[in-house]
């Protein structure tokens, strides 16, 4: 019932711009009269609750309860919904613990991550898009809502000479809207973190580098502002480069891993820093917000970790 809840919930607050598997999805969200708020996070892993070793049962559910309070517009995730994509029990544990989410009517536009795609391929995507047939079976697509475009990136597909590649750069080059004022890209890899620095073997690839020296030069050649969300690292990063910023938020509950800081880094937290971001849209302007799960269960808190503006050039 939930999961039918949600679905219609996206359904109604969105119109379709074009359908067909071979055509991405270019969805329109009405989120209403600015300012609005959205979430967005990532790498929650769900599966078995008695699972303690590869996620936090406690620490996630603790986070969705804390979305859904924000009664946001809709709810992006950048990856790892799931700890095995193929797996059917592990996504009726998502339909479980997405209730809340769906109790607040927030539309939710996820990524595909590394382990949307564990086990058979085939069984992993049908499961998938049974969530969110909405998307009409685009691995990568557009939502505009308001004055921000997100474009939802596939990372397991590679970002270097692909159809994906090309269908950025059409999106970039002549199809953002007018009125759209910020672009947020949100997919699973992120292209700058200090993990790889930590031997965690989570450092940043060849084709996600080479994708962000591909918005850098857009970036100077784009009025609206670029915001890059990701996830895969299993803690919270925030980097500006080239007038991009670059955030890592993966800490939606999977097992926490510890970067290797640096000063001049804009985060500096220590530990694990199990999170969410909370966006708000107004004219001309994107507010930022993490949120950092605190204590331990029966005792959480929570405490605003970092946050920052974008303004419209």
Not at 68 to 94: C, H, R, T
Not at 108 to 123: C, F, S
Not at 205 to 217: C, I, N, T
Request: proline share 6%; aromatic share 12%; with cysteine.
């Amino acid at each position: 019932m939930k999961i039918r809840l949600v679905l219609l919930t996206v359904f109604l607050c969105s119109s379709f711009v074009s359908f067909g598997a071979d055509q991405p999805a270019a969805l329109n969200f009405d989120p209403g009269p600015l300012p609005f708020k959205f979430v967005a996070y990532g790498d929650m892993r769900m599966t078995d609750p008695h699972n303690h070793g590869d996620t936090d049962p406690d620490r996630r559910k603790a986070i969705i309860e804390a979305i859904a309070k924000q009664n946001p517009k809709f709810v992006l995730i950048g990856g790892d919904l799931v700890l095995n994509g193929s797996n059917g029990a592990d996504w009726s544990e998502y339909d479980k613990e997405m209730t809340p989410i769906a109790d607040a009517h927030a539309a939710v536009y996820p990524a595909i991550g590394n382990h949307e795609m564990h086990g058979d391929a085939n069984t992993a995507l049908a499961n998938y898009f049974k969530r969110f047939p909405y998307l009409n079976s685009s691995r990568f697509y557009t939502v505009k809502a308001g004055n921000v475009l997100i474009i939802t990136l596939d990372s397991e597909l590679g970002e270097l000479k692909s159809p994906q590649r090309e269908w950025l750069e059409r999106v970039l080059t002549k199809g953002i809207p007018a009125d759209v004022e910020f672009v947020i890209f949100d997919l699973h890899h992120p292209p700058y973190t200090h993990f790889g620095m930590a031997s965690y073997g989570h450092e940043a690839r060849h084709e996600e580098k080479a994708m962000a020296a591909y918005l850098e030069e857009r970036q100077r050649k784009t009025r609206a502002r670029f915001l890059v969300i990701a996830g895969h690292n299993h803690n919270y990063e925030r980097y500006l480069h080239g007038d991009v910023m670059y955030i890592v938020s993966g800490g939606g509950g999977a097992q926490p891993y510890m970067p290797h800081r640096l000063p001049t880094d804009f985060y500096q937290g220590t530990g694990p820093t199990y999170h969410y971001c909370l966006i708000t849209m107004e004219p001309g302007k994107l507010n930022f917000e993490m949120y950092k799960l605190t204590g331990d269960p029966g005792k959480f808190g929570w405490e605003k970790g970092d946050n920052f503006a974008l303004t419209y050039k």
